[in-house]
């Protein structure tokens, strides 16, 4: 479902990822771990398209997408959310995943204007029931008219995780997800993401939630993989304790 294939990046004489391949099947949750300057954040860029590999290629649901863009990648079905989450401050919240849909021609848009009214509003109930649900499931549905600008950090991740479920994603990508929510966000956290019939990706510090939420663990040391195991292996291995579980 995600295949990394001989990917290297480098930023001058910086070595951000060294020859990485490893490969996510289809509906697996992997956790991507490892020190500051691992690499981590540059490995999500290039299997989003937002960074071309210097070498090797990425696959996506089987189709070669090294050189794509980052906007055919989302048409494939690729969401991310950010260490630090991006969400639209002037905008409520409802409105912030409802526009998420937009642009897939889930109703809205110039499309939205060649068809009747009826099914406009037909499509425009659809596609409020959908952002409803996105934010029932996420705990935040009690602030749907609130603007994302106005919320505290893990509030805003929330609805960036909305944002992020809503059109049913096949390929997630979870930058840091934890970071600024509390103990019962954060389970609320790792129970939407179980939910999801989607193949993940999930970069985090807290290890605790990587052995927890994720069937296989990627460890990077350096910008090379060091490990890549299931999690009880991945606690045991001695490489691994050296160069981040301490
Ligand atoms: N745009 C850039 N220009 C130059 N060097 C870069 C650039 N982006 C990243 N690097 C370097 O590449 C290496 C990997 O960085 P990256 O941000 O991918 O690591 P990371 O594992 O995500 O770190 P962190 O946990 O601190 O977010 C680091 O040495 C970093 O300094």
């Known amino acids: 479902?995600?295949?990394?294939?001989?990917?290297?990046?480098?930023f001058g004489g910086v070595h951000?990822?060294?020859?990485?391949?490893?490969?996510?099947?289809?509906?697996?949750?992997?956790?991507?771990i490892g020190p500051n300057g691992a690499g981590k954040t540059t490995l999500f860029d290039v299997v989003t398209g937002l960074r071309r590999p210097t070498a090797g290629s990425v696959r996506l649901r089987d189709a070669?997408?090294?050189s794509a863009s980052a906007v055919r990648r989302a048409r494939l079905g690729?969401?991310?959310?950010?260490?630090?989450?991006?969400?639209?401050?002037?905008?409520?919240?409802?409105?912030?995943v409802l526009s998420a849909l937009e642009w897939h021609g889930g109703g809205g848009g110039l499309a939205a204007d060649l068809v009747g009214w009826r099914s406009r509003r037909r499509l425009e109930a659809r596609r409020r029931e959908r952002a409803t649900d996105a934010l029932d499931r996420c705990g935040i549905a009690d602030l749907r008219d609130a603007y994302a600008a106005d919320l505290p950090i893990g509030r805003r991740r929330m609805v960036e995780l909305a944002r992020a479920i809503v059109d049913a994603p096949s390929v997630l990508l979870?930058?840091?997800?934890t970071s600024g929510l509390d103990a019962d966000?954060?389970?609320?956290?790792?129970?939407?993401?179980r939910g999801l019939d989607a193949t993940i990706l999930l970069v985090e510090h807290d290890?605790?939630?990587?052995?927890?939420?994720c069937e296989r663990i990627?460890?990077?040391?350096l910008g090379k993989v060091i490990a890549d195991a299931v999690p009880a292996e991945i606690r045991e291995d001695p490489a691994v304790r050296a160069a981040y579980l301490g």
Do not use: K, W, Y
Not at 1 to 10: A, L
Not at 174 to 177: H, M, R
Not at 185 to 193: C, D, Y
């Open 64 to 66: 070669d997408v090294t």
């Open 218 to 221: 990627v460890v990077l040391d």
């Open 174 to 177: 979870l930058d840091e997800p």
């Open 185 to 193: 966000q954060a389970g609320l956290f790792a129970s939407v993401i």
């Open 16 to 32: 951000a990822l060294t020859d990485v391949s490893f490969a996510v099947a289809e509906g697996q949750t992997c956790g991507v």
């Open 1 to 10: 479902m995600i295949d990394i294939t001989g990917v290297s990046v480098r």
């Open 78 to 96: 690729v969401r991310r959310t950010f260490q630090r989450p991006q969400v639209f401050g002037r905008l409520t919240v409802m409105d912030n």
């Open 207 to 213: 290890v605790g939630f990587v052995m927890d939420a």
